[in-house]
């Protein structure tokens, strides 16, 4: 797998996410630098670079590669950065953050998914905080956040997100908007409030309350 990957790494950049319009180089070059196979379970390594969510175990999933980068595209984030994710799962998308020279904290609200993507980062040597908790919550120790990333559906903007977003922040999350259906939400936190601007339709797994 060593050559390979990073073959099938950049060709899934060049097919599945160039040819969807993700134009942010920075962003191609970081989903080209990580070793996705190493975030999926065993029976599914040689998916790992296919064009679609996989799963992770407790009804989890990794995300489609090209809603990792469109929802990375979309924080307009640079080097030094701090971020907040909602959903850590598999580590993927930290990774992705960490690989474009962001600060990362991300929150896991299923205690095991939470250990086993900080040892899974920790082992490849990748600086991100996992932390076991209910993300509805945040983690307000560490805001304000320049940018905040929420990866399963929302039928709301949790208040606290709000609050850790900083002045100027960004954030970006998949709402419910009708039945069934979900959209990419960048939230912006401007000085005199909050702008709401809508992306694509999405399939995320839902935010959960309480911790497992
Ligand atoms: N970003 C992940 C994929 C996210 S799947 C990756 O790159 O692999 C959605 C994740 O959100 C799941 O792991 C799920 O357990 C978690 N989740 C759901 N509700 C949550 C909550 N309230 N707080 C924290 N994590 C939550």
Avoid at 9 to 33: C, F, N, P, Y
Avoid at 94 to 115: D, F, M, N, Y
Avoid at 156 to 175: C, F, H, M, S, T
Wanted: proline share 5%; charged share 20%; net charge negative.
């Amino acid at each position: 797998m060593a050559r390979e990957w990073r073959n099938e790494a950049t060709d899934m950049v060049e097919e599945q996410i160039v040819g969807r319009d993700v134009k942010d180089v920075r962003v191609l070059a970081a989903l080209a630098s990580v070793p996705r196979h190493l975030f999926v379970p065993p029976e599914h390594v040689s998916a790992a670079y296919v064009d679609r969510p996989l799963p992770i175990g407790s009804k989890q999933t990794i995300s489609q590669p090209y809603m990792v980068a469109k929802m990375t595209e979309l924080l307009s984030a640079t080097p030094g950065m701090s971020i907040l994710e909602i959903g850590t799962g598999s580590g993927y998308q930290s990774a992705v953050l960490a690989a474009l020279g962001l600060r990362v904290w991300s929150v896991e609200r299923i205690e095991h998914l939470a250990l086993s993507a900080r040892k899974r980062l920790g082992d490849m040597n990748i600086d991100v905080n996992v932390i076991y908790g209910d993300g509805r919550l945040g983690h307000a120790e560490n805001a304000p956040y320049d940018r905040i990333i929420i990866t399963a559906a929302t039928s709301r903007v949790e208040p606290e997100w709000d609050r850790q977003l900083a002045l100027g922040g960004i954030l970006v999350a998949p709402l419910n908007v009708t039945t069934g259906n979900q959209r990419l939400l960048v939230r912006e936190n401007l000085e005199h409030g909050f702008r709401n601007t809508w992306h694509d339709y999405c399939k995320f797994v839902p935010l959960l309350t309480g911790l497992d």
